[in-house]
């Protein structure tokens, strides 16, 4: 682990980032996703069994295309996190997705036991033939930035804990809402006789996002930074979706608000197309038809 230190420290600065206003690709390479990739790679090698940590609310963008080679060749579970903000309609039909694709996959919330112990089960029954055989296992959280590896490590310490309540003491993994929290890889003990080992990794992500509409959907997931993406763009982008699958905004909630004394652009509405995110004048929705939905849910491929 020393080793990946030495790497961050020749790494390229935090600064290497950049969006092609045009419509290009979306680059959040910063210096310690460049080193991470590398070291994950090098100790996938290692590794029993992979977690493969993506966002339940986009499945498929939300994989790091440039570790799926190795990835597939390992013991992996996928883990669709944060499924209590995905669209529990479409939920079943995701990890019906995976089971075709004969890969493991279990949808959870990193915050609560009952659904981590879950995944736990899956991957207890697939290191079922080495853990008579190792004395020592190792299994490799991984995973695009901020869609919950870390807390989905420390909710595997705290079931670990109440399991062997022997082991040593360990440092709670870094949990925080914008991504790139983990920087370096860390190891948990999380089991005895054999020692099952966990690695939390940096989230990392491919070095060039070339499809706009994955880094949009990333921007909005919280896995690339907004000032990467630029904020406007996100926000003409949630708009687009919304717009096109017809869901009805909050129009109440936005007129309460204006009660309190917030002023709002003039009383019209934009309809965006997917193409070019351009708005066209469209006639105003009845507001009467509109009711309310949480718009931070279900929104998401
Ligand atoms: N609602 C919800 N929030 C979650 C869940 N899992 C994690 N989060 C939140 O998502 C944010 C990111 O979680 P982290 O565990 O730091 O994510 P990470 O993948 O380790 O992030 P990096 O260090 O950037 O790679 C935090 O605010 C967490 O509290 C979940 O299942 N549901």
Not at 34 to 58: F, G, M, Q, S, Y
Not at 87 to 115: L, R
Not at 168 to 183: D, F, H, I, N, S
Request: proline share 5%; aromatic share 6%; glycine share 6%.
């Amino acid at each position: 682990m020393s080793g990946l230190k030495e790497l961050l420290k020749k790494g390229l600065g935090l600064g290497d980032m950049a969006f092609n206003a045009g419509g290009g690709a979306i680059t959040w390479f910063p210096g310690h996703m460049a080193a991470a990739t590398r070291a994950i790679r090098h100790r996938l090698k290692l590794a029993d069994l992979v977690i493969e940590v993506r966002d339940a609310r986009i499945p498929l963008s939300s994989a790091n295309a440039d570790l799926q080679p190795h990835l597939s060749a390992k013991r992996r579970v996928v883990a669709l996190n944060k499924k209590d903000l995905a669209n529990p309609n479409i939920m079943h039909k995701w990890t019906h997705y995976f089971e075709t694709c004969n890969q493991n996959c279990v949808a959870i919330n990193a915050h609560s036991k009952s659904s981590v112990k879950k995944l736990l089960e899956v991957v207890e029954f697939k290191l079922k033939e080495v853990i008579c055989k190792e004395p020592t296992l190792l299994v490799m959280v991984v995973g695009v930035p901020n869609v919950g590896k870390s807390a989905l490590i420390n909710s595997i310490h705290q079931i670990a804990k109440s399991r062997f309540p022997v082991q040593e003491k360990m440092k709670r993994a870094a949990v925080g809402p914008l991504p790139g929290v983990t920087q370096d890889i860390a190891g948990f003990k999380i089991a005895h006789k054999p020692s099952i080992y966990v690695l939390d990794t940096p989230g990392v992500l491919v070095p060039s996002i070339s499809d706009i509409e994955t880094g949009l959907k990333l921007a909005l997931a919280g896995s690339v930074k907004d000032s990467v993406v630029g904020e406007e763009r996100i926000v003409q982008y949630l708009l687009a979706v919304l717009n096109t699958r017809g869901t009805p905004l909050h129009w109440k909630h936005l007129n309460n608000r204006r009660i309190d004394g917030i002023e709002y652009e003039a009383e019209e509405n934009h309809e965006y197309s997917l193409k070019n995110l351009k708005p066209k004048r469209r006639n105003l929705p009845n507001r009467s038809d509109l009711v309310y939905v949480e718009v931070t849910s279900s929104i998401f491929l």
